[in-house]
């Protein structure tokens, strides 16, 4: 079985409103696609632009240029290797820190 994707952010999940963030995914060599999902608005977004970074293993990044209120909730990655889909990472949950108070952190429903 195929081993199961890693997500993470940079600079973390917690990211001012107007901010960028950057999701990185990680699976084993050889994967073809990568896939970025949210669950709550069945969107996703595919990247080929898999670089390898280590023997091992390989990444994808997707970049968010300015964080919205909608922008935040829960992220996972699955990748594609020939000739199957891995299982789904863990989720990870991106915060948004309002404007008006720096303390309030919220996700929309």
């Known amino acids: 079985d195929l081993p199961r994707p890693s997500i993470s952010a940079e ?3 917690v990211i001012p409103l107007g901010s960028h963030v ?4 990680r699976g084993p060599v050889g994967v073809q696609t990568f896939r970025l ?10 990247s080929e632009e898999v670089s390898q970074v280590s023997p091992s293993e390989s ?5 968010i240029d300015s964080v919205s209120e909608g922008d935040a ?3 996972r990655c699955v990748y594609y290797k020939p000739p199957k889909w891995s299982e789904q990472s863990d989720y990870l949950e991106l915060l948004v820190k309002g404007p008006r108070s720096p303390d309030l952190l919220w996700t929309p429903q």
Not at 37 to 46: A, I, K, L, W
């Open 22 to 25: 950057t999701f990185v995914c």
């Open 59 to 63: 990444e994808a990044r997707f970049r």
């Open 11 to 13: 600079p973390g999940s």
């Open 73 to 75: 909730g829960p992220y």
């Open 37 to 46: 999902e949210r669950e709550s608005v069945h969107t996703y977004s595919e």
